[in-house]
T-cell receptor, first 117, second 112 residues
Framework: GAVVSQHPSRVICKSGTSVKIECRSL??????MFWYRQFPKQSLMLMAT?????????EQGVEKDKFLINHASLTLSTLTVTSAHPEDSSFYIC?????????????FGSGTRLTVV | DAKTTQPNSMESNEEEPVHLPCNHS???????IHWYRQLPSQGPEYVIH???SNVNNRMASLAIAEDRKSSTLILHRATLRDAAVYYC?????????????FGQGTRLTINP
């Protein structure tokens, strides 16, 4: 089945630095990928839709200059958290859908736990 | 986006069936009903989806009410590995990005 790989799985960074998270579709091409954030004991919150070859679409309230999204190829999207602060500590998850199989399920990465100290 | 309503939590015993309800009274005619589950510290996992008819797969069954205003995810024989948060989501197949918007879900606890 479709596999989405996310890297790194865990990262600790200092306040004020930037962190890049990668999301790869391993066995299919994804023109669209989705980025979510999840705080402890809460549901997933959609941050943005990543579009291959064009600008990402951000959800209301999400700072596009802080959460930079690049979708340079059909198999890779990256999320960069710029000038990270402790309140950015969260579980970040990406998702994509394999349109080629004819199924309608979305595949999610295993998530990246970001801790800003 | 049409909203879904699920109980915050449910509890069941191992090897017994589990029925997870979802209300979606504002569902439109083209909305698909999706179910995902999330195990601790992992990304969500697709379980099943349907439009009007009941659906079965290896993981579960989905029973959809005739008026489509509610649905029930059925785990026929729960195991400890089924303990997770289950999300019922409506997806509208419009042109362009078809994002999934998650609600609060139901936290399912399985007792041994």
């Amino acid at each position: 089945g479709a596999v989405v790989s996310q890297h790194p799985s865990r990262v600790i960074c200092k306040s004020g630095t930037s962190v890049k998270i990668e999301c790869r579709s391993l066995d299919f091409q994804a023109t669209t990928m989705f980025w979510y954030r999840q705080f402890p004991k809460q549901s997933l919150m959609l941050m943005a839709t990543s579009n291959e070859g064009s600008k990402a679409t951000y959800e209301q309230g999400v700072e596009k200059d802080k959460f930079l999204i690049n979708h340079a190829s059909l198999t890779l999207s990256t999320l960069t958290v710029t000038s990270a602060h402790p309140e950015d500590s969260s579980f970040y998850i990406c998702s994509a859908r394999d349109l080629g199989t004819g199924t309608y399920g979305y595949t999610f990465g295993s998530g990246t736990r970001l801790t800003v100290v | 986006d049409a909203k879904t309503t699920q109980p915050n939590s449910m509890e069941s015993n191992e090897e017994e069936p589990v029925h997870l309800p979802c209300n979606h009274s504002t569902i439109s005619g083209t909305d698909y009903i999706h179910w995902y589950r999330q195990l601790p510290s992992q990304g969500p996992e697709y379980v099943i989806h349907g439009l009007t008819s009941n659906v079965n797969n290896r993981m579960a069954s989905l029973a959809i009410a005739e008026d489509r205003k509610s649905s029930t995810l059925i785990l026929h024989r729960a195991t400890l590995r089924d303990a997770a948060v289950y999300y019922c989501i409506l997806r509208r197949p419009i042109q362009g990005a078809q994002k999934l918007v998650f609600g609060q879900g139901t936290r399912l606890t399985i007792n041994p």
